[in-house]
């Protein structure tokens, strides 16, 4: 009796309490490390529990330690993916405000972050925590939740590693996330470009100016001024990145046998 209960719950919640645990440690909502561990874990603890309770299906206990931990590595993978997949698209809006902070000359500001165990500049800071919280303020986090709750139908406890479609789909992502950061980035970056041929022109006209100490804060205040014009459109912007970001979750877990 005590056999056929452990077959029926506490392997299987071990198996999903393995997956969430692997997503939560990855996504940006408690991948931070300013969440302390006791909460992540408590939070995949309490979603697993009510993972298990409603998930139906049988399971067979490992024949050698060896299986058991492959199991477990599927599990840890999964989440692993899905979570990286959530933190790729959300650090899109990292990477364009980098891309600003470097043509701007923003790179010197950039400061050691803990939560994110790395250097970081000002704009991309920015861009990045105003990405999560109007992902949060469009109840994006549901859409996490459903998806997570989904991958145990398209990704069963006792499915495969991950396929080669899989891998190509993820290189076609970090294209495509890299490309997107570019546009984004982009007005601001064509603006500095035209500063710096106006500076350039401009220092071979009079060479008595300093263009280093008059371009540099000029282009701060050029990066503000520009930065501040295309921000009521990055609402826009972010919903269709969040809407690319639920498509991808489906397509990785439909691809991933």
Not at 134 to 157: A, C, D, K, M, Q
């Amino acid at each position: 009796m005590a056999e056929a209960f452990f077959l029926e719950f506490w392997w299987p919640f071990l198996l999903i309490f393995a997956r969430i645990a692997a997503f939560v440690a990855a996504i940006p909502l408690f991948g931070w490390r300013g969440i302390p561990i006791v909460v992540r874990i408590f939070f995949s603890f309490v979603f697993a529990l009510l993972l298990t309770i409603s998930w139906d299906g049988q399971l067979e206990l490992p024949a050698n330690d060896l299986e058991l931990f492959l199991v477990l590595g599927r599990q840890i993978l999964t989440g692993l993916v899905l979570g990286f997949t959530v933190y790729l698209f959300l650090a899109t809006f990292l990477m364009a405000g980098q891309f600003m902070d470097h043509k701007a000359g923003l790179m010197m500001a950039g400061s050691f972050d803990p939560l994110f165990g790395g250097q970081v500049t000002i704009m991309g800071q920015f861009f990045y925590f105003m990405a999560v919280v109007l992902y949060l303020t469009v109840n994006g986090h549901h859409i996490l939740i459903l998806s997570l709750r989904e991958s145990f139908n398209l990704v069963p406890l006792t499915g495969a590693f991950a396929s080669g479609d899989v891998i190509w789909h993820y290189v076609r992502t970090f294209g495509f996330v890299f490309l997107l950061a570019f546009q984004i980035s982009a007005p601001v970056v064509i603006v500095l470009w035209m500063l710096d041929l106006a500076l350039g022109f401009l220092s071979r006209t009079v060479p008595q100016i300093h263009v280093f100490i008059v371009g540099l804060p000029l282009k701060v205040a050029l990066v503000l001024l520009v930065f501040m014009l295309v921000l009521p459109l990055m609402g826009r912007v972010m919903r269709d990145v969040f809407d690319m970001l639920a498509r991808d979750l489906i397509l990785v877990l439909r691809s991933w046998t």
